[in-house]
């Protein structure tokens, strides 16, 4: 007696499902654009600071990790993410940059950026002051620096409270306005 034939996808079937999906165009089936995570390394002993600026009209475009966009192919890697797919940083000069915060809700930050000639790198430095808050309030900034040159890399730092760290409270940013 034999059995009723039952559907098995063949391999044929599934690649012909999958590139009848897929896009034609290399530049479309790029990868959307990955998040860094921080490192430990600190300060070079040749460090220059860099300007900061905040990047306005970003709305909720926030990837996991720290986003660096440098040029237009970043820029399409970006978009890839649906929360992203409208964003228009300005990059013409500037590297814009996502820095993936967390700490508790009455902690405050510092954003700093330096130039490293010896190491060939841009190094931007979060640094938080924890307030003493139970509650985790994760937040997303987008930021512009001077462009990155050639062959330079953006590399991230997270650290605590510094023993070097400002005692002036202007420099820093509360994580979350409406309690301080």
């Known amino acids: 007696m034999r059995r009723p034939a039952r559907w098995y996808p063949t391999l044929a079937a599934v690649l ?12 479309a089936a790029q990868p959307p654009l990955q998040g860094t995570r921080p490192d430990t390394l600190g300060l070079a002993p040749d460090t220059v600071r860099l300007p900061v600026g905040r990047v306005e009209g970003m709305g909720r475009c926030e990837i996991i ?8 192919a970043d820029l399409r890697r970006l978009r890839r993410y649906p929360q992203c797919a409208k964003v228009a940083p300005p990059l013409a000069g500037q590297t814009v940059i996502g820095l993936d915060i967390n700490a508790d809700c009455q902690a ?3 954003i700093d950026a330096f130039r490293s000639a010896k190491r060939r790198e ?17 937040r997303y900034e987008w ?4 462009a990155l040159p050639s062959g330079w890399a953006v ?3 997270d650290s605590q409270e ?8 202007r420099e820093w940013i509360p994580l979350d ?4």
Not at 65 to 72: E, I, L, Q, S, Y
Request: hydrophobic share 40%; net charge positive.
């Open 177 to 180: 306005t409406s309690r301080h």
């Open 143 to 146: 930021l512009s620096l001077p």
């Open 65 to 72: 990790g720290n986003a660096v966009v440098k040029d237009r």
């Open 108 to 110: 405050m930050y510092r």
């Open 162 to 169: 510094d023993d070097d760290a400002s005692l002036d409270l």
């Open 16 to 27: 012909a499902v999958a590139f009848a999906v897929l896009p034609a165009d290399r530049a």
């Open 155 to 157: 590399r991230f730092t």
């Open 122 to 138: 841009f190094r931007v430095r979060l640094r938080i002051r924890g307030g003493g808050c139970r509650g985790l309030l994760p």
